[in-house]
């Protein structure tokens, strides 16, 4: 069962903007901390930005300043905007709730900043 499901990667080009969204299906989400993750190729998948169930944010220091992660409990959604994309921001993007020890992800979406 898809328990999470990203959406809004695509090609971009240096210095543009993508905001990605993701949907959860299961209310109590709501409750947990939840994340986006990024992988680029030959690369282990690292956390881009947090928000907690009372909304308090962590963000990696390569993205501070450039996106912004937000939630909403009512939609069951979580948001990442991107601003001033840099090529290394290049990778697929992973939406993340760890509930009680168990992670759960969804599929992934591309992002890639080329000109």
């Known amino acids: 069962q898809v328990q999470l499901v990203e959406s809004g990667g695509g090609l971009v080009q240096p210095g543009g903007s993508l905001r990605l969204s993701c949907t959860a299906a299961?209310?109590?989400?709501?409750?947990?901390?939840m994340g986006w993750y990024r992988q680029a190729p030959g690369k282990q998948r690292e956390l881009v930005a947090d928000?907690?169930?009372?909304?308090?944010?962590y963000y990696a220091d390569s993205v501070k300043g450039r996106f912004t992660i937000s939630r909403d409990h009512a939609k069951k959604m979580v948001y990442l905007q991107m601003n001033s994309l840099k090529p290394e921001d290049t990778a697929v993007y992973y939406c993340?709730?760890?509930?009680?020890?168990?992670?759960?992800w969804g599929q992934g979406t591309q992002v890639t900043v080329s000109s």
């Open positions: 993340n709730v760890n509930v009680l020890g168990v992670n759960y």
């Open positions: 299961r209310s109590m989400f709501s409750s947990y901390t």
């Open positions: 928000v907690t169930d009372t909304l308090d944010v």
